[in-house]
């Protein structure tokens, strides 16, 4: 084997481990803890660094005590003997927890019994040596892929009271460079499942992810806890320029130089636990060699060559982009302005004609040759010609136009349908959903659940579409008008922007409204906002800018200007977000990715030009739809910026907003004080 490749094999890991308590009152603080324990001296480091959560449900005096006795005693026992392989540590630190135990109950202290939560481990290298117990899970997210590795110990999570049976088994398992762990109690469960803890976990950098937890326990738990765990290999990292994370399909942060083997995060998940065997390591020295062949380097094409290609390729592309318009194009309707344009040649042509004829008038053609008297003649009869055509044209012109005019008829609301658009879907009726107390603005849409307001007040009116029946909640606090409404799925929770540019949340739960710290620009002219994970977005038309406002304890925290692209904004509608984020200004939507535009999408323009009033689409849904109500209609777009359907109704006119539950293929229009919808099936 060359030097080199040993060289590559030769990693040096290193576990970035970030932990999460949250204890929302002090009484509580006895009753659990999140620690992490690196080795204090050089002895100590093969044994790496010692991590876990420890939770007791019990919150009586026997057991204020618990906690703090765990930790020390495990703490102590896994570093105390250097002799011992970590692995033995490990288990060992267990055992002594259970003596520990078993020494309160000899003191008559079991009111803690059963109640006990703990996952924790220890990392040296790249080994993982884990355990868990109670109320909390581990889950392992590799390549893309969400696993629960402590499903194995389940028999472990429904431990008996006896306390020398609290701590049991343990497991092992090999990590690879760029796997997370996720160590937290159930609180952590309760709130996200496994799916989206992955997409969190892949939306937000390494060094985020662990305060979008830390945020989200907080709004929903009194007392949690949860330790993020990413290794990497320290030879390969470099500073880092941290941003927040922008909406869109990005990554975390890479670190340079990624190895190919490496890359075998295609290596299935299943495969973490377990010890190493001999033909494993044969097939990871092919798979090393082979990216090492496929690391081979390439030489460019010669420029004249790449110059050819290019100039072809965008021929293609421009004979196809003129075929996929000359589809879409009504030829009638241009060639009914070929009157249109001959009539107004002829008025164009006419001061000309008049000019030369006045000038052939002056000159004095006895002094002229023969040669500029044939000349003259010429010119003299072409006015002569152009000015019998004129009147002849003109005469038929305005006969046609009186017959046209007197055939007409009254003019009716756009038909996509007649124009030949592009799938058009008549729909036959608008079915009622509710009447509101007032005519309402604003939708948004909670876990399912449709949330009104009207502008003029400040209340919330929540709508059940099962029943018909609505409910209201008003606020009390000091602000203005709620103007803009968006849902805030994560936080289970709607913001309202005020007229007076204050923040209120409500939370449907309990029903209570919350002012929120936040910093607006004093010229703000908002005209929409929108919500992804746990960031709060504003549409500014003034200030042509997307300002991304993060979560913060007690509101928001500082906000930045999440458009990198100068764009003009005066005629912007309103924004979504499902992967990209859409801004839709006047007859165009346009697809932005981490605050530039997104080349990759160009939305389709339906034969009938749109008149965008409102946009919608959330998080994994499949299209993205716009009101026009100026058209009667609809538009469904696929996320590629195809047209999938429009579907047209005459009634759908003067909607002030509409949502659209893609599950139950129904589309909500809200106009007025009503509540209407119509089925997309």
């Not at 660094?49 to 420890?54: D, Q, R």
């Not at 030829?331 to 004609?353: C, E, M, N, Q």
Request: hydrophobic share 40%; net charge neutral; glycine share 6%.
């Amino acid at each position: 084997m060359t030097t080199s490749l040993k060289k590559r094999r030769e990693r040096e890991y290193q576990a970035k481990i970030r932990d999460v308590l949250i204890c929302s009152k002090g009484e509580l603080a006895p009753f659990a803890t999140a620690f992490s324990f690196p080795p204090e001296n050089f002895e100590q480091h093969k044994f790496g660094t010692l991590f876990g959560i420890i939770k007791v449900d019990d919150h009586s005096e026997d057991s204020s005590y618990v906690v703090n006795l765990l930790t020390s005693v495990i703490k102590k026992e896994y570093f105390g003997k250097p002799h011992r392989s970590p692995e033995d540590s490990f288990e060992a630190s267990l055992r002594k927890a259970n003596l520990a135990l078993a020494e309160l109950v000899r003191h008559g202290a079991t009111k803690w019994a059963g109640k006990i939560s703990f996952c924790g481990g220890a990392i040296e290298r790249n080994n993982l040596h884990f355990a868990c117990l109670g109320k909390a899970s581990i889950f392992l997210i590799r390549g893309g892929e969400i696993a629960e590795i402590s499903a194995e110990l389940e028999e472990e999570k429904e431990a008996e009271s006896h306390p020398l049976k609290t701590f049991s088994n343990t497991s092992s398992g090999k990590l690879e460079i760029g796997d997370k762990l996720i160590f937290a109690t159930q609180e952590l469960t309760d709130i996200f499942s496994r799916e989206e803890l992955r997409q969190n976990a892949s939306h937000f950098s390494s060094e985020e992810f662990p305060g979008f937890l830390e945020i989200s326990l907080r709004a929903n738990s009194e007392l949690a806890g949860a330790i993020v765990v990413d290794l990497i290999d320290s030879a390969d990292l470099k500073p880092l320029v941290v941003e927040a994370p922008a909406v869109g399909r990005e990554k975390a942060p890479k670190y340079a130089k990624p190895e190919p083997a490496t890359a075998a995060q295609a290596k299935k998940i299943d495969s973490f636990v377990g010890t190493k065997s001999l033909a494993d390591e044969e097939k990871r020295s092919r798979d090393l060699e082979n990216a090492l062949r496929e690391e081979a380097p390439t030489y460019p094409k010669p420029a004249w060559k790449n110059i050819f290609l290019n100039f072809l390729e965008k021929t293609k592309d421009i004979f196809h982009s003129l075929s996929n318009s000359a589809r879409k194009i009504n030829f009638r309707k241009y060639f009914g302005r070929i009157p249109a344009l001959a009539k107004s040649s002829v008025s164009a042509a006419k001061p000309f004609f008049a000019s030369l004829l006045s000038k052939t008038k002056k000159v004095d053609w006895r002094n002229q040759d023969t040669l500029a008297k044939f000349a003259a003649g010429i010119i003299i009869l072409a006015i002569i010609s152009f000015g019998a055509v004129a009147f002849v044209k003109n005469r038929n012109e305005q006969k046609r136009l009186a017959a046209e005019t007197a055939a007409q008829p009254a003019e009716t609301a756009p038909d996509p349908q007649s124009l030949e658009d592009i799938n058009v879907r008549n729909i036959e009726t608008l079915e009622e959903v509710a009447n509101l107390p007032q005519e309402n603005i604003d939708l948004a849409v909670l876990d399912g659940v449709l949330y009104a307001i009207s502008g003029k007040d400040r209340s919330m009116t929540k709508i059940d579409v099962d029943s018909k029946s609505t409910e209201e909640a008003k606020s009390d606090l000091s602000s203005g008008n709620f103007g803009l409404l968006a849902a805030m799925p994560n936080l289970k929770a709607l913001f309202a922007l005020t007229e007076d540019k204050k923040v209120i949340s409500f939370t449907p739960i309990n029903k209570n409204f919350q002012e929120n710290s936040i910093s607006l620009p004093s010229n703000l002219k908002a005209r929409d906002i929108k919500s992804y994970l746990t960031y709060l977005y504003i549409l500014d038309i003034d200030g042509n800018q997307i300002y991304r406002y993060p979560r913060a304890e007690g509101g928001f925290g500082e906000g930045q200007n999440w458009l990198r692209t100068a764009t003009d904004l005066k005629n912007a509608k309103g924004m979504a977000i499902n992967g990209d984020l859409y801004l839709a200004e006047g007859d165009k939507i346009t697809a932005y990715l981490q605050g530039k535009i997104d080349g990759n999408i160009n939305f389709e323009k339906p034969s009938v030009p749109l008149l965008i009033d409102k946009i919608f689409s959330e998080p994994d849904m499949e299209g993205v739809y716009v009101l026009d109500n100026k058209n009667r209609r609809i538009v469904k777009f696929g996320k590629d910026g195809k047209i999938v359907s429009q579907y047209w109704n005459a009634d759908i006119s003067s909607v002030k907003d509409f949502s659209v539950d893609e599950k139950n293929k129904v589309v909500y229009l809200l106009k007025k004080n009503q509540l209407l919808k119509f089925s997309i099936e």
